[in-house]
């Protein structure tokens, strides 16, 4: 018992608990959402929005960070469809809070909202699941550039598009959210 203890308490520092503080970044940016049903359904092979989005890092050492995103969209193929969603990331990577590149990724919980005026009334759609999210950066004294990607469970998606009778097989459609982000450490 006392070599494992003895050997946690020499890895503490690796973990940079006893040499990091923590971290909070507030950010803005620009993200792509994009679903894919397949040809058959929609007029341009792909469905896919244009957001702003804002978001909110928390980051206790080099290795762990917790990031919330917000974003409000409008379809780049119907100007009908619009919503908000927001995403809450878990993610382990390396020199998340230290000045240089740094890398991620890890699981993803998120809900969209979106409204769709193309019926005679309004049509309301709620999307929740899982993802998993896969990033890097670079940070430069306070500020941070980030680019990441996240592949959402599609179930809600495929119910969507089925609802607007739609064949389609699970495997038909594809759901990600990409963003470009830039922050600033407080």
């Given at each position: 018992m006392k070599p494992a203890i003895t050997l946690i308490?020499?890895?503490?520092?690796?973990?940079?608990?006893?040499?990091?503080?923590?971290?909070?970044?507030?950010?803005?940016?620009?993200?792509?959402?994009?679903?894919?049903?397949?040809?058959?359904?929609?007029r341009s092979d792909e469905d896919w929005q244009k957001a702003l989005h804002a978001s909110l890092d928390y980051s206790h050492n080099q290795y762990l960070m917790a990031r919330s995103t917000l974003y409000r969209f409008d379809s780049a193929?119907?100007?009908?469809?619009?919503?908000?969603?927001?995403?809450?990331?878990?993610?382990?990577?390396?020199?998340?809070?230290?000045?240089?590149?740094?890398?991620?990724?890890?699981?993803?919980?998120?809900?969209?909202?979106?409204?769709?005026?193309t019926a005679i009334h309004d049509q309301h759609h709620v999307f929740s699941g899982t993802g998993w999210n896969i990033g890097g950066g670079y940070q430069w004294q306070r500020w941070s550039f980030d680019l990441s990607a996240t592949i959402r469970d599609n179930s809600d998606y495929v119910d969507y598009y089925e609802e607007?009778?739609?064949?389609?097989?699970?495997?038909?459609?594809?759901?990600?959210?990409?963003?470009?982000?830039?922050?600033?450490?407080?």
């Open positions: 308490l020499l890895a503490l520092p690796m973990f940079g608990y006893a040499e990091q503080s923590s971290v909070w970044r507030v950010g803005g940016g620009v993200s792509f959402l994009y679903n894919d049903p397949d040809s058959s359904y929609s193929v119907n100007d009908d469809i619009r919503g908000w969603g927001g995403e809450l990331q878990f993610l382990a990577g390396l020199n998340l809070n230290g000045e240089g590149a740094r890398i991620y990724t890890g699981p993803v919980l998120f809900r969209e909202s979106r409204k769709d005026k607007k009778n739609v064949d389609l097989e699970d495997d038909d459609v594809w759901a990600t959210i990409t963003t470009a982000t830039i922050s600033y450490q407080l």
